[in-house]
T-cell receptor, first 116, second 118 residues
Framework: ETGVTQTPRHLVMGMTNKKSLKCEQH?????MYWYKQSAKKPLELMFV???????ENNSVPSRFSPECPNSSHLFLHLHTLQPEDSALYLC???????????????FGPGTRLTVT | AQKVTQAQTEISVVEKEDVTLDCVYE???????LFWYKQPPSGELVFLIR??????QNEISGRYSWNFQKSTSSFNFTITASQVVDSAVYFC???????????????FGKGTKLSVIP
């Protein structure tokens, strides 16, 4: 595997389910990110991790819970989601977080989430 | 606050035509970085270029070229002799200290969907 991989690619879940999204980067990077991309909004940054430590949480509802067990893996745990949470969830990594997000980010293909 | 405007929502061109994607930004920073990303139908965003605010030299990479003008706060992207494989959504993004909630956030534009017709 190369670059950034995400599983599953597609997920349909009910509002009472619990599921997890997985991201893995094979680039030796120190920083990882979760983004939400919905049809009517620009890309929204959800969480940032640097060396497994969360450095940013953009007022994301608690029904989204990130986990970064090491610098190569990032999870997004989902529970009691709402239909408006349906979106493409993108994972990204960068060499470091840098100052002012100066490092280019490398993205995975995303998980298309549908909440029914 | 920072802002990135990509006024062109969708553009269609015939193959081999040149096309320019516009990006206008607003920032209070004197030091900042600008990026372009491509999102093909497969979903992942692909990094194309990063430019810092002190380097106004235009850049060319194959069929791609970028025109950075601080005087007009623009960072436009031109594809020469477009090809069907260029069909994608293109995002312009801005970094800086006033990005938003934290210092690590890129401000993305809403994207321009480019369709190249054979």
């Amino acid at each position: 595997e190369t670059g950034v991989t995400q599983t599953p690619r597609h997920l349909v879940m009910g509002m009472t389910n619990k599921k997890s999204l997985k991201c893995e980067q094979h680039l030796g990077h120190n920083a990882m990110y979760w983004y939400k991309q919905s049809a009517k909004k620009p890309l929204e940054l959800m969480f940032v991790y640097s060396l497994e430590e969360r450095v940013e949480n953009n007022s994301v509802p608690s029904r989204f819970s990130p986990e970064c067990p090491n610098s190569s893996h990032l999870f997004l745990h989902l529970h009691t989601l709402q239909p408006e949470d349906s979106a493409l969830y993108l994972c990204a990594s960068s060499q470091d977080i840098g100052r002012w997000a100066t490092y280019e980010q490398y993205f995975g293909p995303g998980t298309r989430l549908t909440v029914t | 606050a920072q802002k990135v405007t990509q006024a062109q929502t969708e553009i269609s061109v015939v193959e081999k035509e040149d096309v320019t994607l516009d990006c206008v930004y607003e920032t209070r920073d004197t030091t900042y970085y600008l990026f372009w990303y491509k999102q093909p139908p497969s979903g992942e965003l692909v990094f194309l270029i990063r430019r810092n605010s002190f380097d106004e030299q235009n850049e060319i990479s194959g069929r791609y070229s970028w025109n950075f003008q601080k005087s007009t706060s623009s960072f436009n992207f031109t594809i020469t002799a477009s090809q069907v494989v260029d069909s994608a959504v293109y995002f312009c993004a801005l970094s800086g200290t006033y990005s938003g909630a934290g210092s690590y956030q890129l401000t993305f534009g809403k994207g321009t969907k480019l369709s190249v017709i054979p």
